[in-house]
């Protein structure tokens, strides 16, 4: 499409994605020159629509970024008050005790939010600002400059036929030209894809890691409920066949958030993550939680969990990497966004030093150091070697040996150095004759749902006459090569059934897709990539 006549707009900054980070990066940009040009470009039908987060928000991002936020409204409502965490066998538990926990595992003075609602506020304090916001307009392309710097993007194409020429009511949508192009599109972003792949900047790196989170949001019995208690737990379901847990974090209105995340790096291709959560909610202690209440909404989104020694490189000519684009969350703490939030700031001071200077098009090696040597290297480095050690030595160990080494770190220093990741999570998947067919329990309807009546609760939407944007390099490999070999996992890893086997025929069902990304990451063959729909496509999250 490269033909393709189209109309460009100039700007100071294009910042590709309305989440914590790239509405972090607009808002920072209009605190220190109101009369930059910004402009913010989202793929979901609003902000907020594609925000999928547990979540408990530290504020420490929002303190530096916005001090006064409490004054201006933000939808941060309930504080934590109670921190529990436990270890689960299969009909009870056991309360692991907070004393012996590193500091930086306490929730207190942390909130449980919808990160949703909270990037709707941000997107009014930036637009009060004078920053543009577009949603609806997937960034498709990127648009290089005559030196190979990334100079913009491709928004807002729309109208192909399935087979992606133009059809009848195309549009070929606009180019949005920066003197700096922030990428903020979340994990596993294809733009961010493209970048890293073209200006290898994870050379030397280790391999990123990634986790699959999925979460209900469920509306419970009052008299269960307990507005701001957080509980996180281990252990069973999963026990060995992976790594992972759940997190249970009561909000006001008597509601809670439901979570489970399976570690991507799980070896038995018959493993079935969805299957998994939905077991989870079965455990007594859950049960009883749960039991009277109805469930109101459902999503999914993969994780980024690689941590420090996983971060490639944030920049190269033009363009700069912004939050889980480059991989910051607190693996033990399972938060992500106050970095997120913090890599906005520290790109846009960068981006306006430059602009400053009369610079535009190279590399802002000042974010760079930023976020290496600042807070967000400091809160990732003394937890660098959590995941490692859970991939390697199994549950037991690393909480021992984990808590252990994040107390050394507090003081400075590790007596095991830097882990390596070693295997992606694709190449972490086993041959299926070498493990045992798993079997899982039908779901009830009532605490536990099929996959496809769940999706319901995404309200995930895409035009159907549009080109599938899960793209299959070879469409011979799902059956000539992960069905033999691997049972085709597509079918099982996916939490939204997208992936089918019907009559010996490998069916992609695109119009369930959530936009978690888990088939670009976890396919064995690594023969599915996932490019953005048309803008406006995907879930449509109320309050994740």
């Not at 409204?73 to 436990?86: I, M, Q, R, S």
């Not at 038995?268 to 993550?273: F, G, M, Q, T």
């Not at 009883?288 to 109805?294: D, R, S, T």
């Not at 970095?339 to 760079?368: C, P, T």
């Given at each position: 499409?490269?033909e ?10 294009v ?45 420490c ?7 006064d936020?409490?004054?201006k ?45 909270v ?21 498709s ?7 190979g ?13 399935a ?49 699959l989170?999925?979460k209900?949001i ?7 409920h307990k507005?701001?208690t957080?509980?996180?737990t ?51 202690m ?9 469930r ?26 912004l ?35 009369d ?23 003394k ?33 095991f ?12 998947t086993?041959?299926?004759?070498d ?6 329990p ?8 099929d ?23 070879d ?6 090569v ?30 369930n897709?959530?936009?978690?990304k ?6 064995p063959s ?7 729909p ?11």
């Amino acid at each position: 499409m490269s033909e393709v006549e189209r109309e460009a707009m100039e700007y100071d900054v294009v910042v590709v994605g309305a989440g914590p980070a790239g509405l972090s990066a607009a808002i920072r940009l209009k605190q220190l020159n109101a009369d930059l040009d910004v402009v913010v470009l989202e793929k979901g039908s609003e902000v907020g629509a594609h925000i999928l987060s547990g979540a408990v928000l530290d504020p420490c991002g929002l303190d530096a970024l916005i001090p006064d936020w409490k004054a201006k409204g933000a939808p941060l409502n309930t504080p934590v008050k109670e921190d529990n965490f436990y270890m689960l066998g299969e009909a009870g538990q056991i309360r692991v005790p907070n004393f012996p926990m590193p500091p930086l595992m306490n929730n207190h003075h942390n909130y449980i939010v919808s990160m949703g609602n909270v990037c709707r506020w941000m997107a009014e304090q930036a637009e009060e600002m004078g920053v543009e916001i577009f949603p609806g307009m997937a960034c498709s392309e990127l648009v290089y400059g005559e030196n190979g710097e990334v100079k913009g993007v491709v928004a807002g194409e729309f109208g192909k036929n399935a087979d992606g020429t133009p059809g009848p009511s195309y549009e070929p949508g606009m180019e949005l030209h920066g003197k700096y192009v922030f990428l903020s599109e979340g994990v596993r972003g294809s733009l961010a894809k493209e970048v890293i792949a073209k200006y290898d900047l994870s050379a030397g790196k280790e391999p990123q890691k990634f986790g699959l989170g999925m979460k209900e949001i469920w509306e419970i019995d009052p008299a269960k409920h307990k507005e701001g208690t957080v509980t996180h737990t281990m252990g069973w379901p999963l026990n060995k066949n992976a790594g992972g847990g759940s997190f249970i974090y009561h909000l006001d209105n008597n509601q809670v958030y439901v979570g489970f995340v399976v570690h991507l790096n799980y070896k038995n291709p018959h493993l079935y993550p969805y299957m998994e959560f939905q077991r989870f909610k079965h455990h007594p202690m859950v049960a009883n939680l749960l039991e009277g209440g109805k469930r109101v909404a459902y999503g999914a989104r993969a994780i980024s969990e690689g941590g420090y020694q996983s971060m490639p490189k944030m920049v190269a000519p033009g363009v700069a990497m912004l939050g889980c684009s480059v991989g910051m969350v607190n693996v033990p703490r399972i938060k992500g966004n106050h970095n997120a939030m913090l890599s906005g700031k520290a790109a846009a001071e960068a981006a306006y030093a430059a602009i400053q200077a009369d610079r535009s098009g190279d590399e802002l090696s000042d974010y760079e150091t930023e976020v290496r040597d600042g807070a967000i290297g400091k809160d990732l480095k003394k937890v660098r070697n959590v995941k490692p050690m859970w991939s390697k030595w199994g549950l037991s160990a690393s909480l021992a040996f984990g808590g252990f080494d994040m107390w050394t770190n507090t003081l400075g220093f590790s007596l095991f150095g830097t882990i390596k990741h070693g295997k992606t999570d694709a190449e972490a998947t086993g041959k299926a004759a070498d493990y045992p067919v798993l079997e899982y329990p039908k779901p009830d309807g009532k605490l536990s749902f099929d996959r496809l009546t769940n999706v319901s609760f995404a309200m995930t939407n895409h035009e159907e006459s549009q080109p599938a944007h899960l793209q299959l390099t070879d469409d011979s490999i799902p059956m000539s090569v992960n069905m033999p070999q691997f049972a085709e996992p597509a079918q099982r890893y996916c939490p939204a059934g997208v992936y089918e086997v019907v009559d010996g025929a490998f069916v992609v069902n695109f119009q369930n897709c959530v936009h978690c990304k888990t088939c670009d990451i976890k396919d064995p063959s690594q023969n599915i990539t996932w490019v953005t729909p048309q803008g406006g496509d995907g879930p449509n999250y109320p309050n994740m």
